[in-house]
């Protein structure tokens, strides 16, 4: 080493160790206030956090924490001088010339922290505060608070550009509010408020806190509106409109929930100006009104599900002239001037990470790449096919000029090129926070919500909000919108609960329903192959139902239902040591599908179960129609209202009875003989009487006997059991007789959609289980009713027979019926055929079609039951698997373009007696020549039965 380097080296460490030496020597800076009191070392590290009520020491000092840390020009640094003069705390940096004033205000609850001003070199991201606490029973993340039996210590924001978030360290909790310099407000002016109290005092204390900082809140009569009763009352999630109230009263009435809440596509036609969608709400917002009128007259809340940091593309923000105030996250100038008509645009930047761009490192796009394959230019949206040509990614190809009702036009060289985030949920444009746009989009939000007496709001798609400075956007817009809503309290619910949002949400925890949460990893571009295979495994004694898949050549699996259920309950105890409820939802009501059976009863009452076990509010996403199409509904819809009225309404449940139900992965059978309910644990019969998972059963232990719970999901039929009939009896869900039919050392169970209990008396579990596996079960035959296109009872519109339109279809089992004109999805057109069949039973029935699409396209027609209307929840789509060769093929229900015949059963809930149903046209090429055609139906009481062209033969002679 050269000898003026070593000398100047070594006249370094000098200085530093002076330094340190003299921080070391200069007194410890003490803070307090009339309930806490903080020594912190002149260094910036803590040295004691001290109850005044208790005089116990809070702090963790190992490791010098420190009170302040910073990135400053990209390099972490950490506060190494503190002066504190009673009023202003100045704080120092160890590698670079920043300073921070603090103004301190010691109130009786709490300290509080301001950042008055910044001089040097600026912080680009700021722990504001940091406390390190040796409280660790109980840490919660979001409120920022660390407690135990006696006492609380919460870090809490003093206003919503700051955010704050709890991290448990094993021996020590760490508790930080943090704040940055861009996007958005400057670090100056953040603020956070230290509080210790009794634990038993920590609500009180928040509130009045939130009070003295103006943050948003959500309270009536000083109580917050998550320690109202309302909080933890279930809800509906629910596809509806107008003329469905009584159907959803139905519902509500069925389950014992208390409180609905209204899809948003169902109330309005996109966000922004927020219009009705006078579809479902003919009179517009007088029909919304109507609808929470008449809810309110029954004792229910309503809520809305909303979205208020988005615009819909076909809202008047967005057509026929783009506002400026949307969200600009890339920007390119154009290389030269362009023509209204041309279709290639070079920009003179690299366009290699926009969307389409086969280069760019994002490959997963919500909604599909397609929807964010726009740049806007001045006044007009282009949208772009892809990004060229190889190696350059400097070309937008393939341009639509004029998109989403604007004006395409000649744009200058150099004129910028914006692309605007976009939700590809509702295929809308993030709004700008920082401009006036989203108080006007709050503004049209709150005349709806005020206008019409909602009582609940769900904030959805916060997702897509630049995530620069995530928690801060998530909380403007909601804060923003929920001092518009006049009432109070109001259920505040949302995609995102942030640490500033805490005071005024209600209640969290929602995920998507099953099939979506898991359904949605298999079709991103991870490297899915289009493959999955549904399993079963028994997994120490218990039957586990899954689905398989290949990505990138290695097998994954989707949890099962209820490992599901169990990842909603262990958040909502992590939302518990924030003193917010959990919720256990969104949760579906789902029929047979490619993915599942169907919700099966024991899945939904092990969701009840955990409700009951931890007073766990849980909300049903679904829609009329899925109900209706589900046979085990009528039972899911009972088992749900008798737990949630002993959960909210009924003698308190016994602790140790909570402690049984909460076991994961345990499944608990709630038994009505008579006495007070019951709950008996129990196990699956993994194979009963050889149906093939048709029949489901659970055996369980109970006194000197057994109970054993059974049921079919799609049909009926007889058990017989190999038992004395003296030693087994039967009873529905509510514990009403069932008859059984006695025979010689045997016993025949009716088995149908309901959950039929037996009580086994002097029999073990495992011989109970014997004897499911060796009986027998006669299936009731399958009823099956044909009928040709041709023989319908009325028809309206351009729907014409083959003959009629010159179409021949010589595979066709007979004439066939085509729609003949051009068709329109948005508005449909009353063109129906309406036909008649006479059920001779009633239950589950599904409907099958037997259909050709000449485009090859995934075309469909409409399925309306007698009274209703096209859009109305009731309706189906009956076709749309698109990969069928423009052969003739049977189908129910297909899933668009991939979708492969026959899809899913079209299943429906029905009396006995006659039904009258219509088939619309829905969608096709437009012509007679490559309009689908529609040959015959099929009507069964299986939905397991799938029709031939040999039986459709047969049926119709």
Known sequence: MRADLAKSLLGTFAVFALGAVALAQQPDVIIESPSVKLVLGANGAWRALVDKRTGKDWCWSEGEPRLVEATIDGKSDAAAGLAFDGALLTVKFANHDTVLTYRVKPEPEWLLFTLESVSGARPRSLTLLRVPTSITEQVGRVLNIAHNADVAVCLLTANIQSTGGAQAKGKWTDLRIATQDAPGPKIEGAAAALIVCPKADVRAVLGRAAAAFGLPTNARDGAASKDLPIARQSYWFLTFGEKDVDAVLDYCKQSGFRQVMVSFGSLSVGPGHYEINTRNFPNGIDSVKAMVDRFHAAGILVGMHTFASKVKKTDAYVTPVPDKRFWRDMQVSLAAAVTAEQTEIRANESLAEWPGSPVCKQKSWEGGVDKHQEVIIDDEIVQFASIGPEGKYDTFLGCTRGAWGTTAAAHAAATPGYHVGVDGCINGYIIDEDTTLLDEVTDNLAKVFNTCGFDMVYFDGGEDVDRRRFDYYITKNQAMAMSKFTKRPLIHMGTCLTHALWHSFSRSGTADVYTATYASGMTDLTGFTGEFQRTREIVDGVVKRAVTYDALGKPKKWPTVKEHIDRSVKWALELDKSFIPGELGWFGIWGKGKYSDGLQLDEAEYLMAKSLAYNLPLSFETSIGQMEAHPLTPQILQIAKAYEDMRLNGPPVADVTREQLRQLQKDFVLVQAGGPPEFVQVWEVPDVALTNDRVRAFVGARGDGSVATVWHFQRSGKLTLAVDPQKVRAATFLGEPIELAPGAGQVTVPVDQRRTTLFFTGMSPDQVRKLFESGTFEEKPVTKLWRQAEAH?????????????????????????????????????????????????????????????????????????????????????????????????????????????????????????????????????????????????????????????????????
């Not at 279809?809 to 948005?826: H, Q, S």
């Not at 209307?869 to 009731?874: K, L």
């Not at 040959?935 to 062209?949: K, M, Q, R, V």
């Open 793 to 957: 009872t009325r028809r309206e519109g351009q729907m014409a027979t083959g003959a009629e339109a010159g179409v021949v279809e010589p595979d066709a089992l007979g004439d066939v019926i085509v729609c003949t004109g051009k068709l329109d999805r948005e508005a449909p057109q009353a063109w129906f055929c309406e036909y008649t069949v006479n059920l001779p039973h009633g239950g589950p029935w599904t409907v099958w079609a037997r259909v050709r699409y000449p485009s090859g396209n995934d075309d469909s027609f409409w399925f309306v039951p007698n009274g209703k209307d096209v859009g109305d929840e009731s309706c189906r789509v009956l076709g749309n698997c698109g990969d069928n060769g423009k052969a003739w093929h049977w189908t129910g229900t297909g899933a668009g373009s991939t979708a492969k015949p026959p899809g899913i059963p079209l299943t429906l809930i029905l009396p006995q007696g006659p039904f009258t149903f219509r088939i619309y046209a829905r969608e096709g090429a437009g012509t007679a020549a490559l309009n689908p055609r529609l040959d015959c139906l099929c009507i069964s009481d299986d939905a397991g039965y799938e029709p031939t062209d040999a039986d459709a033969k047969a049926g119709l002679k």
